[in-house]
């Protein structure tokens, strides 16, 4: 037995070696270049779980290519524009309170404010619909869809305008078009199933989904029913809202379930679909959260439960995936990409690789700035201003970065905001805690 056992150790120690060129310690498999570079697809494409929380500073030669700004004077989508994709703003940066309204609702008003032709509006649960008139510096006009029997429902509205025109669906199933200046309804349809998306518009179709997360397209001229898609449903409902982002071809829909569509605009057909909740692997209803999905033509950019990903739109390919995760929305600037995460690390990467140019934590950037201790901050949400990073926190303050990520400024706007803030004509437009608007130039 003991001549056995030497003779399979001689065996063993002929074919081996302990030196780098053995398959001991590495591998003595020649693998290409291009076999190199599918593991590098693969890495990339399985990244831990674990929440990232690297401090990754920017390299000293690093520069940022100059970034358009641009002049904005229309907000007609609640989330800006049909890519959900913000811009650079031009921006006075005075941060002086320049307009104060009177109270325009005693009752909560929606986050989202809507901006057309020197008009402001604005809905709240009571369903009204208000437009504020900034050079009248009144309400011109209060309109309320709903009869008596609603009268003590909470209303949830979605909205969108186009040309003086509101298209409206809310959480009792109606979706109904409004001459909003006039208070006069061009159609209205009761659906049933309460709405629960924010509204597109492509042509003459309205694109929008409901609670049971079915897809519709509509014709916005009379409100009729052009098709609808069914996708999975979920039992639980959550604070994740199913969400819609354009581009001149595909509309792109992530439901409560974590799936992402691409579908065809003209002629609403699906496209490709993918799946983006990886924990129903292990928990079949677990809830999806995430944030908004932005376009930049060629890339959609959108967070799970504990990933972000980039996905080619044209093909449904997942790019790469990260492994933090945002409810905010990202901004795509050229080949930049911005996020805040859960964790509140200000993070930006080049979109075309995934290449991270820097991470921070923002909660030890402030208490290194203030020369305090280091506490989570309440971020509401965040833009690019005039090249600068400008983080909005929930107690009305503001964090000003250049968009190398250097904290520059911390300062307290003049009102207490309580809505999403807008840029109008280069100037910020929100709701304060009493529904009045207020303008800081």
Do not use: H
Not at 284 to 307: C, H, K, R, W
């Amino acid at each position: 037995m003991k001549l056995f056992t030497s003779l399979l150790i001689l065996i063993f120690l002929q074919n081996c070696s302990f030196d780098n060129k053995s398959g001991i310690w590495n591998s003595d498999v020649t693998i290409s270049k291009k076999e190199k570079d599918l593991f590098k697809d693969f890495e990339a494409l399985n990244v831990s779980s674990q929440e990232f929380k690297k401090i990754i500073p920017i390299q000293k030669d690093f520069k940022f290519n100059k970034i358009a700004s641009f002049d904005n004077n229309k907000w007609n989508d609640v989330l800006f524009n049909e890519s959900n994709n913000l811009k650079n703003f031009k921006y006075n940066e005075k941060f002086n309170l320049v307009f104060k309204s009177k109270k325009i609702s005693k009752f909560k008003i929606d986050d989202n404010l809507l901006f057309e032709k020197d008009n402001i509006l604005s809905t709240d649960q009571n369903g009204n619909i208000i437009t504020f008139s900034i050079s009248e510096n009144e309400i011109i006009s209060k309109y309320n869809f709903y009869k008596k029997k609603y009268k003590k429902k909470k209303k949830k509205l979605n909205i969108i305008i186009e040309n003086d025109l509101a298209y409206v669906s809310d959480n009792l199933g109606y979706f109904y078009a409004l001459k909003y200046k006039e208070n006069k309804i061009l159609w209205a349809k009761k659906y049933e199933v309460a709405f629960r998306s924010n509204i597109k518009i492509y042509k003459d179709k309205l694109i929008t989904s409901n609670q049971n997360n079915q897809l519709y397209f509509i014709n916005k001229n009379n409100g009729e029913i052009l098709t609808i898609i069914p996708t999975e449903g979920t039992v639980i409902k959550n604070k994740f809202q199913n969400n819609i982002s354009l581009n001149d071809k595909l509309s792109f829909f992530i439901n409560t379930f974590g799936s992402l569509y691409a579908i065809n605009n003209d002629n609403m057909r699906v496209i490709w679909f993918i799946n983006l909740n990886q924990s129903l692997d292990l928990n079949p209803s677990n809830i999806f959260t995430g944030n908004q999905i932005v376009n930049d033509g060629n890339n959609l950019a959108i967070s799970s439960n504990e990933f972000t990903y980039i996905i080619d739109l044209n093909t449904g390919s997942t790019l790469y995936k990260k492994n933090f995760s945002s409810e905010l929305r990202p901004i795509i600037l050229n080949k930049y990409f911005f996020t805040i995460t859960k964790n509140n690390f200000l993070i930006s990467m080049n979109i075309n690789n995934g290449k991270i140019i820097y991470s921070y934590d923002l909660n030890l950037k402030i208490a290194e700035f203030l020369n305090i201790k280091k506490k989570d901050a309440d971020i509401k949400n965040f833009m690019i201003l005039n090249g600068k990073i400008v983080i909005f926190l929930q107690n009305s303050f503001i964090l000003i970065s250049n968009i190398n990520g250097n904290l520059k400024q911390i300062r307290k706007l003049p009102t207490k905001i309580n809505s999403y803030p807008i840029i109008i004509d280069k100037t910020l437009l929100y709701l304060d805690k009493k529904n009045k608007i207020s303008i800081i130039d």
